[in-house]
């Protein structure tokens, strides 16, 4: 149970999305409560519709991606991974962002729970959730999942624009 996914956590940080995907499933099968793997699956079949796979395979995440976020809602209800991410894959696909509030709400709900801050450091251009979204960069980068590569891209891409600020305003 433990090797499978441990087997899939590495396929999936090496980008081998269908091995991690099928890994995934059959820890799920043998673990349907293993709410790590179902998050990180869901995050993994949301973003191989960009990593130029299959169709065949790109079809079978769509649906199958639908459908583990409506089971996982009744497998782990009130659990805020799940929350979280189905609200942001949701509004991503939908080409809205995900409200900060929310997830500012949800930070001060499950202070352990960090990968909200990313949307909050985004939304703020770094001005907010500065120590959470550090502390997933760190995280994340020992560990890059699709769900891990996804959170850092993100907030890499806040610093480098932070990184591009001017430093002053003009005086007209």
């Not at 673990?31 to 079949?45: F, I, M, Q």
């Not at 900060?100 to 801050?117: F, H, K, N, S, T």
Request: glycine share 4%; net charge neutral; charged share 25%.
């Amino acid at each position: 149970m433990m090797l499978m996914r441990a087997y899939a956590v590495t396929a999936d940080e090496n980008g081998h999305f269908q091995a991690a995907a099928a890994s995934y499933e059959t820890a799920l099968l043998s673990d349907p409560s293993d709410v790590e793997a179902t998050v990180n699956l869901a995050v993994l079949y949301w973003r191989a519709s960009r990593a130029g796979l299959p169709r065949e395979f790109l079809d079978h995440a769509r649906e199958r991606l639908r459908e583990l976020l409506e089971t996982a809602s009744a497998r782990f209800p009130g659990c805020a991974q799940l929350r979280f991410w189905k609200r942001y894959i949701a509004a991503t696909d939908a080409g809205k962002p995900l409200e900060p509030d929310e997830c500012r709400r949800l930070l001060q709900e499950r202070p352990d729970y960090l990968e909200p801050a990313f949307v909050v450091f985004r939304n703020s251009v770094g001005e907010e959730a500065e120590p959470e979204a550090m502390r997933l960069l760190a995280d994340y980068s020992a560990q890059p999942t699709a769900r891990g590569r996804y959170v850092t891209s993100v907030i890499n891409a806040v610093l480098q624009k932070q990184r591009w600020k001017p430093r002053f305003q003009p005086t007209a």
